[in-house]
């Protein structure tokens, strides 16, 4: 299995569980449109997978100034 | 519906951040704020435990310990072999992922507070068992098990980075200063949600310096900053309940195991592993899981809670 379809099916998963559970939350009286919201941004980012570099050469910040 | 204020700050700084509105935010206020913060959750922390002291928060230590070395156990795999990085740059974002973020921390406990929902209250103590952990484990499995602290400047880097110095400290002068604790009380305790609330609006700013960022480095450190503090917060929850923790302490451990690092170990790793990407790391912990865990984990630990606890 190559490397672009291996993560286009684990956000393609994170995705769906988003889904599930917001669902899940509303079904029961629970506010569960915040994981909603974020289960369908993330499925447009299944079919980028693979498409864009997993990382760019971008210079190193150092992360200590954004303390706590 | 109602929302909680100190979150609503957060929403505010993420609002103007993608407005690009040019809030006036000296840096320096948000050292003030930051310092403020790890010294209060210290002290409380402190004044606690030396109510609380038991053999049976010894034991709990441990087994919070053995947490934290766990969670980059569980992200290393995941980023090498779904992500395809490279071992340096997977070991130092599961180092990140295996120590905690303060600030969601305290988010939780204004939440759990406005509730009116009981948690231990010697949590701090945890908060600072968390940090150190996730950073030894995250150099073995990028240098392997010799690594260790042997650098004398990885160990003060690890061992006395500020936000570790200044939650121990806290932790120890609540804990010795016994009824004198009550005249600084005022200040540290009761200015605490505002304080707080002004560092989320900064907060809010920086995330989305951090999701630009993150624009170039790939949609799988999205979909990672979002499924790795789910599946850490469920083993926090578990966890938790398996301690006996109340509600409220379950849902905070959920949210320390949810919570992804950016005092102690970004510091750490500069000095271990100069050859990883600083930028990947903070990117997926504060563009993607501080706004993640702020805005939908907490309610979901909460409610995951009160159902194991039920």
Known sequence: MSLSLRQRLFILFVSLTNLGLAALLTLNGHPGIPLGVIGVALLPLAWLAGRTPAHTALPQQDGDSYAA | ?310
């Open chain 2, 1 to 310: 519906m109602q929302l909680d204020a100190v979150v609503l700050f957060f929403v505010l700084g993420l609002a103007a951040g993608t407005l690009k509105v040019r809030l006036p935010f000296p840096g320096g206020l948000y050292q003030s704020l930051t310092l403020f913060l790890l010294l209060a959750i210290g002290l409380k922390g402190g004044a606690a435990l030396a109510e609380h002291a038991s053999l049976r928060i010894v034991w709990q230590s441990l087994l919070v310990v053995g947490f934290g070395i766990t969670l980059p156990l569980l992200a290393f795999p995941l980023l090498r072999h779904i992500g395809g990085l490279d071992k340096i740059n997977a070991a130092a974002i599961a180092a990140h992922y295996g120590s905690v973020s303060v600030a969601t921390y305290a988010v939780a406990v204004a939440v759990l507070d406005a509730a009116g929902i009981a948690y231990e209250p010697y949590f701090p103590l945890f908060v600072v068992l968390l940090e150190i952990p996730a950073i030894i484990v995250g150099l073995a499995l990028a240098k392997g098990m010799s690594a260790g602290l042997a650098s004398r400047e990885l160990a003060h880097e690890t061992l006395l980075s500020p936000g570790i110095v200044l939650m121990v400290g806290g932790l120890l002068i609540g804990a010795f200063s016994g009824d004198s604790l009550t005249k600084i009380a005022p200040f540290f305790m009761e200015l605490f949600q505002g304080v707080l609330a002004l560092f989320l609006l900064k907060m809010g700013l920086i995330t989305t310096e951090q999701l630009s960022a993150l624009k170039q480095d790939g949609p799988f450190l999205a979909a990672f900053g979002v499924f790795m503090p789910l599946l850490a917060g469920l083993l926090g929850a578990l966890l938790g309940n398996g301690l006996g923790l109340s509600i409220g302490g379950i849902t905070l451990l959920a949210v320390l195991g949810a919570s992804a690092s950016y005092i102690a170990v970004p510091a750490a790793m500069r000095v271990a592993l100069p050859q990883a990407n600083a930028t990947l790391s903070m990117a997926a912990s504060l563009g993607i899981t501080f706004p993640f865990n702020v805005l939908a984990g907490i309610p979901v630990y909460l409610l995951l809670a009160q159902w194991l606890h039920s």
